[in-house]
């Protein structure tokens, strides 16, 4: 079983739509939970980041985490077309001084005007 | 001005050749890795250096090779490019201990054609 596990979609929503982008997870230890953005052409760059399980909300973006089910969520309000890129999960885990970031492959979502 | 840079942004080559692809940062980060990203794969570690002395292989790292000539530059070799090193490679930074969530700053990328 991997790590992470992401549908990579793609997702096709019309302006205004809201959007629910998910990834499971494997190991309960897990602590932190981190949404990254990449637009096409670019690298990616860190959106929001939870720790352990609850909601976090910035403007239109809300990350969730249950630990419970091992399932962690990123709602996208009022969906705009700027919003339109590849979303990955992204897991740190590791002990002795170094974190091994664990990514999922990806959501490619597009917001169609 | 970026900060994090890779050259070449875009490269076409043939199997069997050697290359290089280097990575700079005005970040002051101590921490740099180089990543693949493939369709239906995701990101995927290559290699990490902790500090110049400190190179570490990630999953992935056969048929690489890396350099840290200095605190802000990493650079990343395929010495006989195979067509299946076609890909976009990433190389990253990491602040420490800075965030307990080890965020990693991108570069670019670089998209790398191996016919």
């Known amino acids: 079983q991997k790590e992470v596990e992401q549908d990579p979609g793609p997702l096709s929503v019309p302006e205004g739509a809201i959007v629910s982008l998910n990834c499971t997870y494997s190991?309960?230890?897990?602590?932190?939970f981190m949404w990254y953005r990449q637009y096409s052409r670019k690298g990616p760059e860190l959106l929001m980041y939870t720790y352990s399980s609850g909601n976090k909300e910035d403007g239109r973006f809300t990350a969730q985490v249950d630990k419970s089910s091992k399932y962690i969520s990123l709602f996208i309000r009022d969906s705009q077309p700027s919003d339109s890129a590849t979303y990955l999960c992204a897991i740190p885990a590791g002990s002795g001084g170094y974190q091994k970031v664990t990514f999922g492959i990806g959501t490619k979502l597009q917001v169609i005007p | 001005d970026a900060d994090v840079t890779q050259t070449p942004r875009n490269r076409i080559t043939k199997t069997g050749k050697r290359i290089m692809l280097e990575c700079s940062q005005t970040?002051?980060?101590?921490?740099m890795y180089w990543y693949r990203q493939d369709p239906g794969l995701g990101l995927r570690l290559i290699y990490y250096s902790f500090d110049v002395k400190d190179i570490n292989k990630g999953e992935i790292s056969d048929g690489y090779s890396v350099s840290r000539q200095a605190q802000a530059k990493f650079s990343l070799s395929l010495e006989s490019a195979i067509p299946n090193q076609t890909a976009l490679y990433f190389c990253?930074?990491?602040?420490?201990?800075?965030?307990?969530?080890?965020?990693?700053?991108f570069g670019p990328g670089t998209r790398l054609t191996v016919l």
């Open positions: 970040k002051g980060h101590d921490r």
């Open positions: 990253a930074t990491s602040d420490y201990p800075g965030t307990s969530y080890n965020e990693q700053f």
């Open positions: 190991n309960s230890a897990f602590q932190y």
